[in-house]
């Protein structure tokens, strides 16, 4: 794909995620943001958008709150107050990996942070980057995945020593919202279809009632090309012709699954970005890669991923310039391959690849 027909592409395919529900319009002039660093390696790449965002003179100002889970009155499970108040008032917020304690009872952290917030749609982008070799060169699509409910809602129990039931919940609601969310980013970002994952033909119930409220949303979009496929098939044809796909929406557990597969198309969880947009025009955007604990604070991990999301961040902003000029300068210094990461082919530190993307920035001014 030719330099700027490419740009063309990842810009379209980054594109600026809204609420459905309550979109949220930022004022001019400085704009705060809700920076949790994270855990692992968090920090270091938390740093590293900071320090890009600076070299950029992006209006925005950081508040940071670190996130680790308490418990509240009644022994319910909640973030800090102070992490709330800052994302309540903020609506934005940029998030590292975080890791969740191996303790009975301990809820995931991401979890947590989904069901305080509303977090009801994950928006993951996956575009081939020039210049990153892959088996696959033209990927161009993305994964959108309801992030409330399903297997994921955490209703589980004994019924006798040594059987466990896990409940996998759907609601109408909730799957008309995710419905409605992927048509209306598939026509706001110039997408020509939409794909419904599911099992319904195993799940007739649950999948089914998923599956049916895609088909009446479809309705209203004629506009937008709409194609139900079993998960199964598409991990087939995904790995087989992966340009076949466009925007595909999904319940929680094959969303989780579906999107991971979709990173590796194009080199891993280290260069994808991710989004979660909120029912109450609250948004938050993460690298979904883990806290990789053995290179903690040895200037060694990559922040394309966090870096990425940030980018998507701005353009939900309408800070559309200043995310053009990180996107482009982080993508030419790929491409360039002369100062790259370990895990992106190359040999330089953290804080090299840092800087490097801090110059071309400077250099676009």
């Not at 070299?55 to 499970?77: F, H, L, S």
Request: aromatic share 6%; net charge neutral.
């Amino acid at each position: 794909m030719a330099g700027n027909a490419w740009r063309s592409t990842v810009s379209r395919v980054m594109g600026s995620l809204k609420s459905q529900t309550q979109p949220r319009t930022f004022s001019r002039g400085m704009q705060t943001v809700t920076i949790i660093p994270g855990d692992g390696i968090g920090p270091e790449i938390s740093t590293s958008v900071i320090k890009i965002f600076e070299a950029a003179k992006v209006p925005v100002q950081w508040e940071e709150r670190n996130v680790t889970a308490i418990k509240g009155p009644g022994g319910k499970w909640m973030i800090p107050p102070e992490a709330k108040e800052s994302m309540d008032k903020s609506k934005i917020g940029l998030k590292g990996p975080l890791k969740t304690p191996i303790a009975a009872g301990h809820p995931s952290m991401n979890l947590l942070l989904r069901k305080t917030f509303d977090l009801y749609a994950n928006v993951r982008p996956c575009v081939s980057i020039e210049g990153y070799k892959t088996p696959y060169t033209d990927v161009d699509l993305v994964t959108i995945r309801e992030n409330t409910e399903g297997e994921y809602s955490g209703i589980e129990h004994v019924i006798v020593d040594g059987v466990v039931q896990s409940i996998k919940l759907i609601t109408e609601e909730a799957s008309r919202r995710i419905a409605e969310y992927a048509f209306e980013y598939a026509r706001n970002n110039q997408r020509n279809s939409v794909t419904a994952v599911h099992k319904a033909n195993i799940m007739r119930m649950s999948d089914g009632l998923f599956l049916r409220k895609c088909r009446e949303v479809a309705e209203n979009y004629k506009d937008v090309k709409f194609t139900e496929m079993y998960l199964d098939t598409v991990c087939l044809n995904m790995v087989q012709d992966p340009t076949q796909f466009d925007v595909l929406v999904m319940p929680n557990l094959y969303g989780d699954i579906l999107s991971d597969l979709c990173a590796g198309l194009i080199g891993g969880l280290g260069v994808t970005p991710s989004g979660n947009i909120g029912a109450n025009g609250v948004a938050i955007f993460e690298s979904v890669h883990g806290t990789a604990p053995d290179i903690a604070g040895m200037d060694l991990a990559n922040p394309t991923a966090l870096l990425l999301s940030a980018v998507m961040m701005l353009r939900h902003m309408g800070l559309h310039g200043h995310a053009k000029k990180i996107e482009t300068a982080c993508f030419d210094t790929i491409r360039d391959k002369k100062v790259l990461t370990k895990d992106l082919g190359g040999n330089s530190k953290c804080s090299e690849f840092t800087a490097e993307i801090c110059r071309r920035v400077q250099d676009l001014d």
